[in-house]
């Protein structure tokens, strides 16, 4: 029976789960993505293989889970900043101002590794999707001064 490190089971899968995505991240960042395969991340995040199948099914699936994560994490962010902006100005200063400490940590590189990894249509057009909504977070553009004659 392997041991819980958590106060719950739900947390300790949490942690987990959290685990295995950080190692496949890391892996792909690093190595690429045809390095991302359960028994890599198993082994990065210290587990073996047959337990990631317990998360993840396929090398698909974790390629999938770590660019909807990275994408969430980094919308969530955008939108606080936007929302916590007073007027227009400031809203696009936010917006910029938290996509360059996002890209200083390098949020960015999961989806910039999986770009150049030659993924099969589909999955290049939900990178596209993702980013199109990212760029949705962004301040409503200013009105523009009524024209003088």
Do not use: W
């Amino acid at each position: 029976m392997p041991k819980i490190s958590a106060s719950t089971v739900a947390e300790h899968r949490a942690r987990q789960r959290e685990a295995l995505i950080g190692a496949a991240i890391d892996l792909l960042v690093n190595e690429g993505a045809a390095a991302v395969t359960p028994a890599a991340v198993g082994a990065r995040a210290g587990l073996a293989r047959s337990s990631v199948y317990q998360y993840f099914d396929s090398s698909a699936a974790l390629l999938a889970t770590i660019t909807e994560e990275a994408f969430r994490r980094s919308n969530e962010a955008l939108a606080r900043a936007v929302a916590a902006a007073d007027g227009p100005v400031e809203r696009i200063e936010a917006f910029f101002r938290e996509s360059l400490r996002l890209g200083a940590e390098g949020a960015h590189r999961p989806a910039a590794a999986l770009m150049n990894a030659g993924l099969p249509p589909a999955c290049l057009e939900r990178l596209r999707e993702l980013h199109l909504e990212q760029v949705e977070l962004g301040p409503e553009p200013c009105p523009r001064p009524p024209r003088t004659a």
